[in-house]
């Protein structure tokens, strides 16, 4: 079989456009891989939040409390999962932890096909399958630089986020006709999930290492958590990403039990309309992230700011919607804008971090991330159960439009804010930072994006 150029594309070589880190074989074939397993991902996170529903009575609560023994673990074993990325294969250790999930997911199939699951039993396996994915979320993040090289790293993260939420289009859609074919019986979508891991599993195994990047590993010793969190506590602009992070990932980032919630309690409907508000969100959240491919560069201060506005401000506007069809429109935009702010934050830090600290900086990004979900699930469940579904949208929008304002406070007192008007269009624009030399505009941001990619961790001034 003759291999043509595509598969003989190397890291070293970036190429151009929107697809291009699929140039890399291994990554190209990760890429794949994934899409068929997050798919299954997906429609295992629709068919459990639907569980628990039929088990616990339609409780907002129980809900909520699902979603925070998913996410819970991230708060202690992410650190220790970036740990691990920084010392052993990456590779080897995605092997395991995609095994490990797949059996979990077979065992809630099993539960469920022979009638003998309980609500604890879904408690159980979901506090389990968020042990494991806390420790293998780091670790894949660290692992994407190792298949495309510095070059291609902000252009694989946003393909990511695509894939991810090609996954989440098809998913819950998927899962949500194959519940209400079975009448109401989850456990075709775990077993599809259970099955989809075998995609991943054959991917890693199949790469060519010699054509991988690894980051020198970090020898054993002592303080190596705390080196992780001194390093990210230097940088002011990684202290910037991590608080936005933890803010919308804990009050914003609730979209599993706001749009369970409104789909059964507020519109009185089923699992298919649930899927289908859920594929809503998803066919934003990829226009988001088709978006974002185009982006070479790390984003600015700014932008994360700009975006976690708009997130916010979409989030409330979306609570306010009074009719199932205009909901579901308004989660288009929403889901758009939760991936623009979603892939330049992670581009951001990524871009960050020298290469043998990125394992356990990833792991702090993604504890601030989904950390706070055990303490935003919860309460959004409670206020939705307790004021209405759509008052769950309405406070964590409002947080996070607070957050982001509230960020943009303290970036403007350590720069000087000026408001210029343009005559040709007419418009007044608001700049923040220091007053600079009469150079053309986009000279003045081909030099601040270089500077920005060759100073990793360091705030422009």
């Known amino acids: 079989m003759t291999c043509t150029s595509t598969d003989q594309r190397t890291p070293s070589e970036p190429g151009t ?10 990554f190209r074939r990760y890429a794949s891989a994934n899409l068929a397993s997050l798919t299954g991902t997906w429609m295992q996170r629709i068919g459990q939040d639907w569980l628990v529903l039929q088990l616990s009575d339609g409780s907002g609560v129980a809900l909520g409390l699902i979603t925070a023994l998913q996410f819970g673990p991230a708060l202690l074993l992410s650190m220790y999962g970036g740990v691990l990325a920084d010392r052993y294969p990456k590779r080897r250790l995605l092997l395991i932890s995609q095994a490990l999930m797949g059996l979990l997911s077979l065992a809630l199939a099993l539960l469920v096909a022979t009638g003998a699951v309980e609500l604890w039993h879904v408690f159980l396996l979901a506090g389990a399958l968020g042990s494991v994915s806390a420790l293998d ?3 894949r993040q660290a692992f994407v630089p190792e298949m495309v090289g510095p070059e291609l790293i902000t252009n694989a993260v946003s393909l990511n986020s695509t894939i991810f939420n090609s996954a989440r289009l098809v998913g819950p859609a998927l899962a949500g006709l194959l519940i209400g074919a079975a009448s109401g019986n989850t456990a075709p979508a775990f077993f599809i999930n259970a099955a ?5 599993i054959v991917a890693l195994a199949g790469m060519r290492t010699d054509e991988l990047l690894p980051s020198p590993p970090v020898a054993r010793g002592r303080g190596q958590l705390r080196a992780g969190l001194a390093y990210t506590w230097a940088h002011p602009d990684l202290v910037l990403a991590m608080g936005l992070a933890f803010v919308i990932g804990t009050f914003g980032f609730n979209y599993q ?5 409104m789909a059964r309690e507020t519109f009185g409907l089923g699992a298919e309309a649930f899927g289908l508000l859920s594929t809503a969100f998803a066919v934003g959240s990829l226009s988001g992230a088709l978006m974002s491919t185009r982006r070479s560069v790390r984003p600015r201060q700014r932008f994360l700011v700009g975006s976690a506005v708009v997130f916010g401000a979409s989030t409330v506007v979306a609570g306010l919607m009074p009719g199932y069809v205009s909901f579901a429109l308004l ?5 758009a804008a939760a991936l623009v702010f979603s892939v330049a934050n992670n581009s951001f830090v990524q871009l960050g971090v020298e290469p043998q600290m990125r394992g356990r900086v990833m792991a702090l990004y993604f504890m601030c991330f989904m950390g706070g979900t055990p303490v935003g699930a919860p309460l959004v469940g409670w206020v939705s159960e307790r004021f209405g579904a759509p008052w769950g949208l309405i406070l964590g929008g409002g947080v996070c439009v607070v957050a982001g304002l509230a960020a943009a406070v303290l970036l403007a007192r350590h720069r ?16 923040v930072g220091p007053q600079r030399p009469a150079v053309p505009s986009p000279q003045v941001r ?3 994006e270089e500077m920005a990619a060759k100073a990793p ?3 422009l001034r």
């Open 137 to 139: 979320v780091p670790v």
């Open 457 to 459: 961790g360091q705030q």
């Open 331 to 335: 989660l288009v935009p929403t889901g």
């Open 257 to 261: 039990v706001t749009i369970a919630l």
């Open 416 to 431: 000087s804010v000026r408001v210029r008007l343009d005559r040709a269009p007419l418009r007044v624009r608001v700049l």
């Open 17 to 26: 456009g929107m697809f291009r880190a699929l140039r890399v074989r291994n």
């Open 196 to 200: 989809s891991f075998a995609f991943t």
């Open 446 to 448: 081909a030099a601040e």
